[in-house]
């Protein structure tokens, strides 16, 4: 069946403007993560979703980025404001449950502020 | 302490060598270890995950060794083939859904 699908792919933005990301979750799975890769480095944890609440907004670096989910299916990230240091790979991935089920990740959204 | 710490950040072994990629915790709690493969331009794709209750899991050429008293774990590929040539990320997770990831190790496998 389908995976996890991210768009854009890419998104060149300036310094200053909002974007948003978006995940569609494989179908049927409740939980759904954000992370961020920057360059060289591990996987950092964003936000979590059970359905449609987000239990966990603890990993969000700043107010300047927001997340939501809705019908317990697609996901978008939005960063208002956008700085250079946001430049980075957004990754989204989703389980069939919280827990240790396996989390399946999407392509990830390439983020560049120029 | 709810770092993972990863090792080396980049391995380069010959064709049919053993390719070992270490990962130390200091979370106690942590009782589930991932380790995942990603390709460039790809998400990362669960590789094998082991529980603390085993000291050793192996899939194929992947072998999971796992050292609850230093906790640290490892990942071994053996007979490691040109394809393999990914970033392998080690994870700790600790009953819940947050994973904990290393920084990656960039393998590079030679013909």
């Known amino acids: 069946g389908a995976g996890v699908s991210q768009s854009p792919s890419n998104k060149v933005t300036e310094k200053g403007k909002d974007v948003e990301l978006r995940c569609d979750p494989i179908?049927?799975?409740?939980?759904l993560y954000w992370y961020r890769q920057s360059l060289g480095q591990g996987l950092e944890f964003l936000i979590y979703f059970q359905g449609n609440s987000a239990p966990d907004k603890s990993g969000l670096p700043s107010d300047r980025f927001s997340a939501e989910r809705t019908g317990g299916s697609v996901s978008t990230l939005t960063i208002q404001r956008t700085q250079q240091e946001d430049s980075a790979v957004y990754l989204c991935?989703?389980?069939?449950?919280?827990?240790?089920?396996?989390?399946?990740f999407g392509p990830g959204t390439r983020l560049t502020v120029t | 302490q709810q770092q993972v710490k990863q090792s080396p950040q980049s391995l380069i072994v010959q064709k049919g060598g053993i390719s070992i990629i270490n990962c130390a915790y200091e979370?106690?709690?942590?009782?589930?270890f991932p380790w995942y493969q990603q390709f460039p331009g790809k998400g990362p794709a669960l590789l094998i995950a082991i529980r603390p209750d085993v000291s050793e899991k192996k899939e194929g050429r992947f072998t999971i060794s796992f050292n609850k008293s230093a906790k640290q774990f490892s990942l071994h590929i053996m007979d490691s083939q040109p394809g393999d040539s990914a970033t392998y990320f080690c994870?700790?997770?600790?009953?819940?859904?947050?994973?904990?990831f290393g920084t990656g190790t960039r393998l590079k496998v030679l013909a």
């Open positions: 991935a989703s389980s069939s449950d919280m827990g240790r089920d396996e989390q399946y």
């Open positions: 994870a700790a997770c600790s009953g819940t859904y947050k994973y904990i």
């Open positions: 179908s049927g799975h409740t939980a």
């Open positions: 979370n106690t709690a942590f009782d589930y």
